[in-house]
Each structure stands twice: as structure tokens, then as C-alpha cells.
């Protein structure tokens, strides 16, 4: 089993709609979360760091559920440019090392 | 800040023959670097932790005599890949991590290595 399991789409959907990405992770002691976005024959970048509150950035809102190891991404008014590979990224209390899910790739059309 | 930069952005080689990449911090001192590959249509797959001034802690399955880390500073990382071969085709990317005033880890550009 993979440690960071994503859907890897990919998603189709209209400018303006909303999407819903989720993630899995399977390692307990993972203490800090985050999604990036990645663009083709790009390195990945940092969209959000998740919270176990949940968060809101603009149009995208990150949720973390500790019980489940479950994170999920929200992407409202879906943009052309919104078009890209996102990647749930988990990392382990006491390392600086990332694990990364194979990511979910969206596309936006008109 | 925290710019993260890489040599070269691509590279073509033959088969046998040894790349070197290079892994910059522009604007920060890395205390710790990452050495990344990804393969086409998958995850980025850690190859290697490197810390300025010791040996490299390389994840299962790497070999660390073909893939060369050297952390000489704390802005400098490079990978050698050697005696390339075609399977090494990849996609390799860096990141640079500071405890100070980011406390995450930048990523290079990446370079995109193909071994023919």
C-alpha cells in the first residue's frame, strides 16, 4: 500500500464549477500535511499547508481528518489556470522528509 | 526569497557517460538538501537526504555509488549520475530546506535528463 494514496483522475470540469480532490495517508505518526500544485515539466509548488481545523485560501479550502488520515482539497470557481497535477504531501513528526501522492490532475475547460 | 535554482535545466547524454546537476539556495543558507526523481506520470520519489558536510542518507532501493551527492556548503548540493543509462531518464529535482525563518523546503526548477 502506498503511504500517500490519491485518485489520479483526471477530473474534467467547466470554468466555474467546483472540485474535490482527496488524499489517504497511512502513516500515524505524519504530523504535517500539505497540498502543492504541480504543472507539467514543472517542480511541484506550495498551494497550502493543511490544518486539522481545516483552512481557506481564497477559493480553496483544506480539510484534515486525524481519525480517518484523510485530507481533502477544495477548489471553488474553477479557472483555466487552475489546470494542473495537485499533490497531497504528508511529512513525518521529526523529519523534514516529504511523501508525495501521485498526485490528481485537473482540467479546467471553457 | 528562498530561491531555489538548477544546472542545467536539461541535459542529453550517452549512454555510459556521467551527468552532474546542480542544486543552488540563491538567497538562503540550506541546512538540509533533496534529491527528487520523477518518472513520467508519477510521484516525485525521494532519492536522497544530504546535510552540508556529511554523507548522504540515501532511501531504499537507490544506489548510492551511481547516484553521487556532495553537500560541500550550505547553498551548494550536487547529484552525479553515473554511468548513465537510459532507465535513468528522468526528471530530477532538488529542494532546499532551512529551519529559520521558512522552516520548508523550496524546489528547484528541476532537470530533465535524458540518457540515450
Known amino acids: 500500500r502506498k503511504e500517500v494514496e490519491q485518485d489520479p483522475g483526471p477530473f474534467n470540469v467547466p470554468e466555474g464549477a467546483t472540485v474535490a480532490f482527496n488524499c489517504t495517508y497511512s502513516?500515524?505518526?505524519?504530523?504535517?500535511f500539505f497540498w502543492y500544485r504541480q504543472d507539467c515539466r514543472k517542480e511541484p509548488k506550495l498551494l497550502m499547508s493543511?490544518?486539522?481545523s481545516g483552512n481557506e485560501d481564497g477559493r480553496f479550502t483544506a480539510q484534515l481528518n486525524r481519525a480517518s488520515q484523510y485530507i481533502s482539497l477544495l477548489i471553488r470557481d474553477s479557472k483555466l489556470s487552475d489546470s494542473a497535477t495537485y499533490l497531497c504531501?504528508?511529512?513525518?513528526?521529526?523529519?523534514?522528509?516529504?511523501?508525495f501522492g501521485t498526485g490528481t490532475r485537473l482540467l479546467v475547460s471553457p | 526569497g528562498a530561491v531555489v535554482s538548477q544546472h542545467p535545466s536539461w541535459v542529453i547524454c550517452k549512454s555510459g557517460t556521467s551527468v552532474k546537476i546542480e542544486c543552488r539556495s540563491l538567497?538562503?543558507?540550506?541546512?538540509?538538501m533533496f534529491w527528487y526523481r520523477q518518472f513520467p506520470k508519477q510521484s516525485l520519489m525521494l532519492m536522497a537526504t544530504?546535510?552540508?558536510?556529511?554523507?548522504?542518507?540515501?532511501e531504499q532501493g537507490v544506489e548510492k555509488d551511481k547516484f553521487l551527492i556532495n553537500h560541500a556548503s550550505l547553498t551548494l548540493s550536487t547529484l552525479t549520475v553515473t554511468s548513465a543509462h537510459p532507465e535513468d531518464s528522468s526528471f530530477y529535482i532538488c529542494?532546499?530546506?532551512?529551519?529559520?525563518?521558512?522552516?520548508?523546503?523550496?524546489f528547484g526548477p528541476g532537470t530533465r535528463l535524458t540518457v540515450l
Open positions: 504531501v504528508v511529512r513525518a513528526a521529526g523529519f523534514q522528509k516529504l511523501v
Open positions: 538567497d538562503f543558507q540550506a541546512t538540509t
Open positions: 529542494s532546499a530546506y532551512t529551519s529559520g525563518t521558512y522552516n520548508e523546503q523550496f
Open positions: 544530504s546535510n552540508e558536510g556529511s554523507k548522504a542518507t540515501y
Open positions: 502513516n500515524s505518526a505524519s504530523q504535517s
Open positions: 493543511v490544518y486539522s
